[in-house]
């Protein structure tokens, strides 16, 4: 989730996805020329794993990512630390960006649902991300449950895709669009309370699969 990106997280998500990927089948990741907005993918890095220093600029500043900029920012990990710091995840807190309220709230996608909770709802909403640069067609999976902790709600063991579409024609492209950013479609969601929220939000079952 990009709280930052707005109505247009569907597309910076597509282009980080395939960027990500990308890079990941690369036989050489470090030289790879793959694309996608890293100050995102940095953003979330800092939020998270705490990578980067943190500026004594206000908190409210916005957008958060000018918190984790400047010269010096980023701080320093060799590849045994970085994998330690992903394998452990020790203090980190999945759920930094989620919005708990202190009691259960239900968000129902309607005509007179506010701003706020209409690009949660979306975010919480799985489909297919789509990107069009020119004559390049993008479609990436996207599946909320694969990082549910990151909205507050206990992990699961995350399944196989059924359909794995990465690429399509433009009509399929505005289908994928229209369906995952459409409106009043009475959808619900209820959002946990800080009370659910415990130290470990996952499964046994992620606990033995991770």
């Not at 309607?110 to 993008?138: H, K, M």
Request: aromatic fraction near 14%; hydrophobic fraction near 35%; charge should be positive.
């Amino acid at each position: 989730m990009i709280p930052s990106a707005k109505r247009y997280f569907p597309v910076v998500l597509a282009n980080i996805y395939q960027g990500l990927n990308e890079i990941s089948a690369s036989k050489d990741p470090g030289n790879c020329s793959a694309t996608l907005p890293f100050h995102y993918v940095y953003t979330w890095l800092a939020e998270y794993f705490g990578t980067h220093f943190y500026s004594p600029l206000p908190d409210n500043f916005k957008p958060r990512k000018v918190h984790f900029s400047g010269a010096f920012s980023t701080k320093h990990f060799g590849d045994a630390q970085a994998r330690s710091l992903f394998n452990a995840c020790g203090n980190v807190g999945m759920d930094i960006l989620a919005r708990v309220p202190k009691e259960s709230k239900v968000i129902v996608d309607r005509e007179n649902v506010n701003r706020p909770d209409i690009v949660y709802l979306t975010c919480l909403r799985s489909g297919f991300l789509t990107l069009r640069q020119d004559n390049r067609r993008v479609v990436q999976p996207y599946s909320p449950y694969r990082f549910s902790r990151q909205f507050g709600y206990v992990q699961d063991v995350p399944g196989n895709l059924q359909k794995d579409i990465r690429t399509g024609e433009l009509s399929l492209m505005y289908w994928h669009w229209e369906s995952f950013t459409k409106r009043e479609t009475r959808s619900t969601v209820t959002l946990p309370p800080e009370s659910a929220l415990t130290e470990y939000m996952v499964t046994r079952n992620y606990v033995e699969w991770w």
